[in-house]
């Protein structure tokens, strides 16, 4: 089935630095989601990439979706204690059995140090 | 506007026994999806329900069933629990609209933590 790799798996950084954390796949997808999730809660939708080539931003955040259409980026400028979490990106695809459903990657564990 | 609404929050169930879960979506949306996270891994994707049917299943076994009623809300049903079913089970909504061209963003609930001893 269609897989999706994140990377990297965990990132300490500092209060004030940026953070870059990308997903790639061997299958092309039609949309690109990213979403952040804080312990005991569901999965908050951060930004979504609907062509190829879109950058996005929201606010200290800015996500492309890959030319290839087989990868996407996010980008965290002047980390705060807040951003802590775990960020997944996600993809939809249209095809086969692949049909109507967003399949997710691994995570990336983000801890800022104040 | 109330988000994806799951219940219960939490539930212990024992080896063989039955568990239902519970989903009321965003206002307005008619596709339900569910989702498995296990501790410490991904979201797998379990089923997705629209208009009352059932439109996709991922990769788990016949135990795993639900159902989608006429107002939208879904069930999740898990016959048979076994350990390895102890997981976050996550609902989330969306609007579909007949064909798919594109992803309309999933918006998650909080979860039902399942846990089987």
């Known amino acids: 089935g269609q897989q999706l790799n994140q990377s990297p798996q965990s990132m300490f950084i500092q209060e004030g630095e940026d953070v870059s954390m990308n997903c790639t796949s061997s299958?092309?997808?039609?949309?690109w989601l990213w979403y952040k999730q804080d312990p005991g809660e569901g999965p908050v939708l951060l930004i979504a990439?609907?062509?190829?080539?879109e950058l996005t931003s929201n606010g200290r955040l800015t996500a492309q979706f890959g030319i290839t259409r087989k990868d996407s980026f996010l980008n965290i400028s002047a980390s705060i204690p807040s951003d802590v979490g775990i960020y997944f990106c996600a993809g939809f695809s249209t095809g086969g059995t692949s049909y109507g459903k967003l399949t997710f990657g691994q995570g990336t564990i983000l801890t800022v140090h104040p | 506007e109330a988000g994806v609404t799951q219940s219960p929050t939490h539930l212990i169930k024992t080896r063989g026994q039955q568990a239902t879960l519970r989903c009321s979506p965003i206002?307005?949306?008619?596709?339900v999806y569910w989702y498995q996270q296990a501790l410490g891994l991904g979201l797998q994707f379990l089923l997705w329900?629209?208009?009352?049917?059932?439109?996709n299943r991922g990769n788990f076994p016949p135990r795993f069933s639900g159902r989608q009623f006429p107002n939208y809300s879904s069930e999740l049903n898990v016959n048979a629990l076994e350990l390895e079913d102890s997981a976050l089970y996550l609902c989330?909504?969306?609007?579909?609209?007949?064909?798919?061209?594109?992803?309309?963003?999933?918006?998650f609930g909080n979860g039902t933590r399942l846990t089987v001893t």
């Open positions: 299958s092309i997808f039609n949309t």
């Open positions: 329900y629209d208009e009352g049917e059932e439109r």
């Open positions: 206002s307005g949306h008619t596709s």
């Open positions: 990439l609907y062509k190829a080539g």
């Open positions: 989330a909504s969306s609007i579909f609209r007949g064909t798919f061209t594109g992803g309309s963003p999933l918006h």
